[in-house]
């Protein structure tokens, strides 16, 4: 038993030891101070997401998702309610949570390797895990590209770089703010799977921002629908389609008609 | 069809303007070759004016054959020699240069039509060079250790002050006014009061060196500091990067382009405060030469103290542009100085 348990620990690669953080979103209202005046984004905001999920929210644009995505990741308190991970308040980022945001963001004054380390490298730990970097640049197909420059990069690999720098922490909650919102409709297929599958291969959870209906039900098992600003959670569709997923699906093309009569906009399917 | 296009091709025109194409580093090259030549023909065959007497006339219009010897060589070598491709390069400005100087060699050495002693000839200024080099060296060797040591404590202070006032509201707090009233005064206007007060003129000029290049380092590294991208800092510390990650290794390195434009700022104030420092108060340094051959009516000393001083000072700024072209070499187009 305890042999099997070893074995498998040997075969799966390095990533994948931790367990995907469950996330428990409690009741959370934010504001905004704008010119003075209090700017509401998010009301009264609750819903739970499981270790190992993959959760899309799903909004339109502005009304406060990647606000929410700032509270999960640490970067602001909230001003009303709760966000636990695991049962333990968040009082600030940890590199556990990891974000990618929609606009890469790479440093320029640093090679694609010397971005994708920063995590460790902030943490001190850098030299005992280098191959992690070689790894995760490995794995989003920027092996050859490990010395250029950001200005260098298309787009597309640009925010493969921004990922590997993100998976290079072994993030037990990835965080993904529209991170394919930039890309070209092709890249942007591509990516799509390549998110999948990494997710099902790496057991962490997965918290997705998005506008685009089908990028959320193609990727996530539960899509949380947002009102307008101030965003609230208008409904919640589960996803039950086994992976991979097909763009033809009709199962997923019934969903979408449900997902946009929440959002108010059946009359355009 | 070919009849067609080959006639096309053929126009007297174009045949023209590809030989002239094909010909111009060539002809450029032959022309300031000839141009100093002839130059160091003048300096040397037409008499000097009877009243005047430079010993150096000869031995001047033996540098200037050398140069046209040198042209020369460069304008026949190898296009890949860095000879070659200085000369190639330089060759309408060395032209025009050997028409400037055979129009003052004349107007000064062999017509007098200048008055004497204000614009002495080229070989007056060739002699200082080769007589006073001594004198000249020290003044060099002074100048730089006194620039140089004002100019890094100014930038070291300046830049500690800017990251400072940038990242804390604290620091920024006691030190923004103080910057406010007290940076916008020329070093300068301090002069009289620090060589009252501190216990050298060198000291004195260290103080007012350091203060020149501090202002303009704390300014643009402050703003450059304060227009770092927020996303850079939330991006850091999801990943775990502490306070000190964050100024080390994302504020610094992100207003480095600000950076330099202060030390370039800085440095050019410095030149300006080492001058006046040196005429007024230190008794060593180009400044001071510069001084003492006016002092004695010794202007062809002061054209050589000028003519070094603008050579170090440029050698200076594209030493500085140099270091930022090696630091920001991951920014797309720099301005090539």
Redesign the interface.
């Known amino acids: 038993m305890v042999a099997a348990i070893a074995l498998k620990q040997q075969v799966l690669p390095a990533p994948n030891q931790a367990a995907g953080l469950a996330l428990d979103v409690a009741d959370v209202s934010h504001r905004f101070e704008l010119e003075g005046k209090p700017l509401p984004v998010l009301d009264r905001v609750s819903f739970k997401v499981e270790s190992g999920e993959f959760v899309a929210l799903l909004g339109p644009s502005g009304c406060g998702k990647s606000t929410l995505l ?1 509270l999960v ?3 602001e308190p909230p001003s009303a309610g709760r966000l636990l991970v695991d049962g333990e308040e968040i009082a ?4 556990a ?3 990618v ?1 929609q ?1 890469p ?1 790479l ?4 090679t694609v390797w010397k971005n994708a380390s ?2 460790l ?3 001190g730990l850098l030299h005992a895990r280098r191959e992690r970097v070689d790894q995760a640049l490995e794995l989003v197909g920027l092996g050859a590209f490990a010395n250029a ?3 260098q990069l298309s787009g597309g690999m640009a925010q493969r770089a921004a990922l590997a ?1 993100a998976l290079v ?1 072994d993030p037990r909650l990835l965080i993904l703010d529209e991170p394919l919102g930039k890309l070209d409709s092709l890249t942007r297929i591509t990516m799509q799977g390549e998110l999948v599958s990494l997710w099902q291969r790496s057991g962490f959870t997965a918290l997705l921002v998005t506008h685009d209906v089908e990028e959320a039900l193609f990727l996530a098992s539960r899509v949380i629908v947002f009102s307008e600003r101030p965003a609230r959670i208008v409904a919640e569709v589960a996803n039950n389609r086994p992976y991979p997923r097909h763009r033809g699906d009709p199962h997923l093309a019934e969903l979408r008609g449900k997902v946009l009569s929440h959002l108010g906009l059946d009359a355009n399917w | 069809m070919s009849a067609v296009s080959e006639s096309v091709r053929d126009t007297p025109s174009i045949r023209l303007a590809a030989l002239s194409s094909a010909l111009a580093p060539w002809a450029t090259g032959v022309a300031a070759t000839l141009a100093w030549l002839a130059v160091a023909a003048l300096t040397y065959f037409w008499q000097d004016n009877a009243d005047s007497d430079w010993p150096y006339t000869d031995a001047t219009a033996v540098a200037f054959a050398a140069l046209g010897g040198l042209l020369a060589v460069g304008t026949v070598s190898a296009s890949t020699l860095r000879l070659a491709q200085g000369v190639r390069r330089y060759a309408p400005w060395l032209l025009v240069l050997a028409v400037f100087f055979a129009a003052w060699e004349v107007v000064t050495a062999k017509v007098a039509l200048l008055p004497m002693p204000f614009f002495p000839p080229p070989q007056a200024i060739f002699e200082v060079l080769v007589d006073d080099w001594v004198r000249l060296a020290d003044s060099i060797i002074a100048s730089l250790f006194l620039l140089g040591r004002g100019y890094i404590i100014g930038a070291a202070v300046g830049f500690a002050m800017g990251v400072g006032v940038g990242w804390s509201v604290r620091i920024g707090y006691w030190v923004h006014p103080i910057l406010r009233f007290i940076g916008p005064l020329p070093a300068t206007a301090w002069l009289p009061l620090a060589f009252f007060v501190f216990p050298s003129s060198a000291s004195a000029s260290t103080f007012l060196i350091a203060l020149a290049t501090g202002f303009p380092v704390t300014v643009l590294t402050w703003s450059g500091v304060a227009s770092v991208r927020s996303d850079y800092y939330d991006i850091a510390r999801t990943l775990g990067a502490s306070a000190r990650f964050l100024v080390l290794k994302v504020a610094i390195p992100a207003a480095l382009p600000h950076v330099f434009v202060g030390l370039f700022m800085g440095l050019g104030n410095s030149f300006a405060v080492l001058v006046v420092a040196e005429m007024l108060g230190v008794k060593s340094g180009l400044g001071w030469y510069l001084q003492w051959a006016q002092g004695w009516a010794a202007y062809a000393n002061m054209y050589a103290a000028l003519l070094v001083t603008a050579l170090i000072c440029s050698s200076l700024i594209t030493l500085l542009f140099k270091l930022r072209d090696h630091l920001l070499s991951w920014q797309k187009g720099l301005v090539k100085w």
């Open positions: 700032r990741a640490g970067l600030g980022p940890d590199p949570r990891v974000v945001f606009d963001t440093y320029p004054w640093r920063l995590g490298e902030a943490r420059l950001p200005h720098r922490n």
